[in-house]
């Protein structure tokens, strides 16, 4: 499969265009072919080896993607080959309030991200995408909708009926 990697930090010229063995899942993991990628300016920040970036390199980055299961491991129930799905920004972040284990594995930050063909993904970093929906709408949801959200509703404290 064909993956984007950054081989060092000096932007979007450090990127290259790489061929990698083709993943497949394992234990409730989730093979995802991935459909569309959104960029956001955390992603930019990475590729000039800003924004705290204590990433491995090369890195496959970016961190918002959603595309379609492709296949499923044993032990995965969620998904099913069709599905559309977007992955999770903090793929241990789950629920609950943040911990530092939580957030320790960013996409396209200290883990592989997006920017690949094909991704594999634990089930539980993975989400249903709204079926109303495309590919690349959806791609902006994991990140540049939550911030915009948590602006409104979080620090704005928006409510139904405000304007």
Known sequence: MRAFELQDTSGIDGLQLVEK??????????????????LNYRDLLTVKGGYGSRQKLPLIPLSDGAGIVEAVGSGATHFK????????????WIGGR????????????STDGVLCEYRVFRQEALVHSPPHVSF?????LPCAALTAWGAVVSAGATKPGDS
């Open 21 to 38: 063995p083709m993943p497949s899942p394992g234990q409730r993991e989730v093979l995802v072919r991935i459909r569309a990628v959104s």
């Open 81 to 92: 080959p069709g599905d559309k799905v977007i992955g999770s920004f903090f793929e241990n």
């Open 98 to 109: 943040p911990s530092k284990d939580m957030l320790a594995n960013a996409l396209g930050g």
């Open 136 to 140: 690349a709408e959806a791609a902006t």
